[in-house]
């Protein structure tokens, strides 16, 4: 009866049933609905649900979901995808190269979850993949987003860094953010990127929420280039304040000295140096709480 109720119109009804047959560890029937040829598509979808459960708990192998990965339905290939992936630490470990062939699934559903999965699967054999569905779909920011965090699970830092002489923007990107969440600083490597977005997203990476110290000098050093624009200068002025020293103190007043650069950041420069012995507690550019202790900058400022 709990199998019938898996599609009932009501979905209160179906999780009821679900939630009961995994908890029964009845693996042998939520497959079954699974797999059967049946129309309606829900009830298929709770029972993989269901299955997903039991394999998270290590209660069910994940060998019989792989030949759900070439269902005629998009919808319940990414549902297999999803648990495989869910799983990835458990029952289904060892089996994320079968999830590789989906990056080039016709579906944009089902690569986007591929691509995630194989990112929990830390799938090496993923990453070359990764790249390529990067040229083909990184414009798109919801499927560039899932190429990230496949490539966060995947990729070597060293094969990230080594995009950056990529001839694809969309490659380029999920690189610098995908070393972002690993707080790597070989991202600093694309801040003279020659492309205006690929610099400001390294920037961003740099400089916004934790920052990765180890990068903030390069950031920092970037200040005096005042054609950068103001995404990106805005944040080469503030990483001086983290770093402190008289060096990247000299920079800010060779930038606020600077006529033929932007009015606002021209100000933006002095109005570090002013607030400079005493930094506020928050960020001037992300408003995250910050303890800063520069460094004395007098004998940069006397002079000028």
């Known amino acids: 009866e709990l199998v019938a109720q898996l599609n009932h119109r009501?979905?209160?009804?179906?999780?009821?049933?679900?939630?009961?047959?995994?908890?029964?560890?009845?693996k042998a029937e939520l497959l079954a609905a699974a797999t059967a040829t049946n129309p309606n598509q829900l009830g298929r979808i709770h029972a993989i649900w269901g299955y997903g459960q039991l394999l998270r708990r290590g209660a069910a192998e994940a060998a019989p979901v792989l030949a759900l990965l070439k269902d005629a339905d998009p919808e319940i290939r990414r549902q297999a995808v999803k648990i495989l992936g869910d799983a990835a630490q458990a029952a289904a470990k060892g089996q994320g190269g079968a999830l590789i062939p989906l990056l080039a699934d016709e579906s944009p559903r089902v690569r986007l979850l591929a691509a995630i999965a194989l990112g929990k699967f830390q799938e090496a054999?993923?990453?070359?993949?990764?790249f390529a569905m990067a040229e083909k779909d990184g414009a798109d920011p919801t499927l560039r987003q899932g190429i990230v965090a496949g490539l966060e699970g995947c990729a070597p830092v060293a094969r990230l860094a080594a995009a950056k002489s990529s001839?694809?923007?969309?490659?380029?990107?999920v690189?610098?953010?995908?070393?972002r969440r690993r707080a790597a600083p070989e991202v600093a490597a694309f801040l003279d990127d020659a492309n205006p977005l690929v610099a400001q997203e390294a920037a961003r990476a740099i400089h916004d929420d934790l920052s990765i110290p180890a990068a903030l000098p390069a950031l920092a050093a970037c200040a005096t280039q005042a054609t950068r624009g103001e995404v990106f200068l805005r944040r080469a002025i503030n990483a001086s304040l983290p770093l402190g020293t008289p060096e990247a103190a000299a920079r800010l007043v060779a930038l606020g000295l600077d006529a033929a650069a932007p009015r606002a950041m021209r100000l933006e420069a002095l109005n570090a140096l002013k607030i400079w012995n005493t930094p506020p507690r928050l960020d001037l550019v992300d408003g995250r709480a910050r303890t800063l202790q520069p460094q004395p900058i007098a004998a940069v400022l006397t002079p000028k």
């Not at 009501?10 to 009845?26: F, H, I, P, S, W």
């Not at 054999?125 to 990764?130: G, Q, Y």
């Open 10 to 26: 009501d979905q209160r009804v179906r999780q009821g049933a679900q939630l009961e047959l995994a908890k029964r560890g009845k």
């Open 167 to 173: 001839a694809s923007v969309p490659v380029r990107l």
């Open 125 to 130: 054999a993923a990453v070359e993949p990764l």
């Open 175 to 179: 690189s610098i953010v995908a070393l």
